[in-house]
C-alpha cells in the first residue's frame, strides 16, 4: 500500500509540475514600422475679403491669414494667385497691373508657384500655427470699372524635397 500512495504522490507531482513548467516564448517588442510621410495644412479664414473697387480704383490690401500645418517630415508651402476678375461681365485685372507679396515672397500673378514657407523637419505632433501675411497691390487704376473682383490664392503643401 505505501508503494502504491508512493506511485500516485509521485504521479500527482509530475502532473502539477507539468503544468507550472510551462515554455515561455520571450516578449519581443514589434519591428517599428515607419509611418508613410504625410502634411497637411488648414488655412483660416477660407475666404478674404478686400472690399470693393471704388471708382477710383484701388492701391495696397493688406491681408493676413493663419495656415495650420501638421506634417511628420520636411515640408514646403507653394503659394500661386490667379487673377482678379469681375464677378459681372468678363473684365479681369491684368496679372502685369498686380503684384502680391506674401511672407515678403514675390509671387507672380497667373504664375508658377513659389515657396513661401519651408521647415527642414517635422512639426510637433499637434502642428504648428504659422502667419501668413499678404500684399496686394494693383496698378493702372483708372483701367478697371468699379465693383466687386474675386481671385483666387492657392496655398500648396508637399514634402520638402
Do not use: W
Not at 76 to 93: C, D, L, M, T, Y
Amino acid at each position: 500500500m505505501k508503494k502504491v500512495v508512493t506511485i500516485c504522490v509521485m504521479t500527482v507531482m509530475c502532473f502539477g509540475l507539468t503544468g507550472v513548467a510551462q515554455a515561455v516564448r520571450p516578449v519581443v517588442p514589434p519591428t517599428m514600422v515607419p509611418a508613410k510621410p504625410f502634411v497637411g495644412i488648414l488655412v483660416t479664414p477660407d475666404r478674404l475679403y478686400l472690399g470693393t473697387v471704388p471708382p477710383m480704383g484701388f492701391g495696397s490690401l493688406p491681408a493676413k491669414l493663419e495656415a495650420h500645418i501638421v506634417a511628420n517630415c520636411p515640408h514646403q508651402v507653394k503659394a500661386s494667385f490667379r487673377p482678379f476678375k469681375r464677378e459681372r461681365g468678363r473684365i479681369s485685372i491684368r496679372p502685369e497691373h498686380t503684384k502680391v507679396v506674401i511672407n515678403g515672397v514675390n509671387v507672380p500673378v497667373a504664375g508658377s508657384e513659389v515657396p513661401i514657407i519651408t521647415s527642414t523637419e517635422a512639426t510637433p505632433p499637434g502642428g504648428v500655427n504659422v502667419a501668413v501675411d499678404i500684399e496686394f497691390s494693383v496698378a493702372g487704376k483708372l483701367l478697371y470699372p468699379a465693383g466687386p473682383y474675386k481671385g483666387n490664392l492657392v496655398l500648396t503643401i508637399t514634402t520638402a524635397p
